[in-house]
């Protein structure tokens, strides 16, 4: 049946307060669209407004409550991140630094400061629970890049990671049940008998590793094969270990073909970083090194995400061992970032800005010849 959400009064199931839940579509009129729910059940989100960072906060049911521009310069970024403080404020990061703002959206400060490059290219923020902030990126001087701030944006420590090869990054970043780190990226590699290709976005592993608070190295591990498998995203799982998300290519040293072959992937390892599982899914759009993949958990232990597909736009997935098979294709242009939401349903933000709040079964009313649901 065709589906797209925007009535923002219920969808067809009940949240755990048996309350009908919300499911709403939104268009920001920006593009690369990072969104997290807040403690009152509505929604931070980021993006950029004349080349510099910009927030907007919304309540549950999508509508504005407030909206800032920053002082942090970011056009230029593949991507971004926002999160919740422990305080009730709010924290930006993306290539050109990171910006904490108050609960009002008032800015408090910045930091845009680097080691290598014209610019610090994070793409990913977390806060740990001892209050820290930790961001992730790269490359620089071709290694990834992992950095702790104190709670006003102090560097505290910046760490490089990676081999030889050109093009290592970090892509996302995760605090463990045991209170350590463990962070996703791409990890570049040679092509036959070259110790790096010269090709080096088409040739490169997933790679997941796991560091201590100061960013002492514990377990670093890579997946794939000769051609290109590429992670973007992670998650801690709910029965253990942790969810990766991204991109895998076969293309037998014809890169040109990654757009006819490419696949999205996903592994599932354990706490000691040793893969337990792994499927592939056909039909994704290939960009060329972009990060447009993101994965949570569903509420019964599945995992849910997104991504671009090929021929039918975004694409929304739904899949597990307790979990009925759910593919969403809807407006808009890429996944962006997926996150489960109180309700157990899911809030996404895409490529092209559109923001998508979803039950549990990844639903959203009003009917449309823009969306499938499958």
């Known amino acids: 049946m065709n589906i797209i959400g925007c009535n923002k009064t219920g969808g067809n199931d009940s949240n755990y307060n048996n309350e009908p839940t919300i499911t709403f579509i939104e268009d920001l009129d ?3 669209i990072a969104v997290k729910q807040t403690d009152d059940g509505g929604y931070i989100v980021g993006g950029q407004e004349s080349g510099n960072a910009w927030m907007t906060k919304l309540d549950k049911y999508g509508s ?22 422990n305080d009730g404020g709010y924290l ?3 290539w050109g630094g990171i910006v904490k703002a108050d609960s009002n959206g008032m800015e408090e400060w910045k930091n845009n400061s680097r080691e290598y490059g014209a610019f610090p ?10 209050g820290s902030y930790y961001a992730v990126g790269g490359p620089g001087q071709g290694q990834a890049q992992f950095v702790k701030f104190d709670s006003n944006g102090n560097v505290l420590t910046r760490k490089w990671f990676g081999g030889n090869c050109e093009d290592d990054i970090f892509r ?13 990226g791409e990890k570049s590699h040679g092509n036959q008998s070259y110790k790096c290709a010269f090709n080096f976005m088409y040739y490169k592993d997933f790679w997941v590793v796991k560091v201590k608070k100061g960013g002492a190295l514990i377990w670093e591990k890579t997946f794939g094969g000769p051609y290109l498998e590429q992670a ?20 037998n040293y014809d890169i040109s073909s990654c757009r ?29 090194r972009l990060p447009y993949f993101s994965i949570a958990n569903t509420s019964i232990g599945g995992i849910s995400w997104t991504a671009e597909h090929k021929r039918k736009g975004t694409w929304i997935h739904k899949w597990g061992p307790n979990e009925d098979t759910v593919n969403v294709y809807t407006i808009g242009s890429g996944g962006f970032d997926i996150n489960r939401t109180e309700d157990g349903g899911f809030i996404i933000g895409t490529m092209s800005g559109n923001l998508i709040k979803t039950d549990s079964e990844l639903f959203f009313n009003e009917i449309s010849n823009n969306g499938i649901q499958e």
């Not at 996302?172 to 996703?184: F, Q, R, T």
């Open 30 to 32: 920006r593009s690369k």
């Open 64 to 85: 504005q409550e407030w909206e800032n521009t920053y002082s942090l310069e970011d056009h230029l970024g593949y991507t971004r991140a926002v999160i919740q403080t």
């Open 92 to 94: 930006y990061g993306g």
């Open 121 to 130: 290219y994070y793409e990913d923020v977390i806060q740990h629970s001892n």
């Open 172 to 184: 996302s970043i995760v605090e463990s049940p045991d209170n350590m780190l463990v962070i996703a």
């Open 232 to 251: 973007d995203d992670i998650v801690n799982l709910q029965d253990g270990g942790f969810g990766v998300i991204g991109a895998k290519c076969s293309h």
């Open 260 to 288: 006819s072959v490419a696949k999205v992937l996903y592994m599932k390892i354990d706490s000691d970083g040793n893969l337990m599982e792994e499927k592939s899914w056909s039909g994704l759009e290939f960009f060329e």
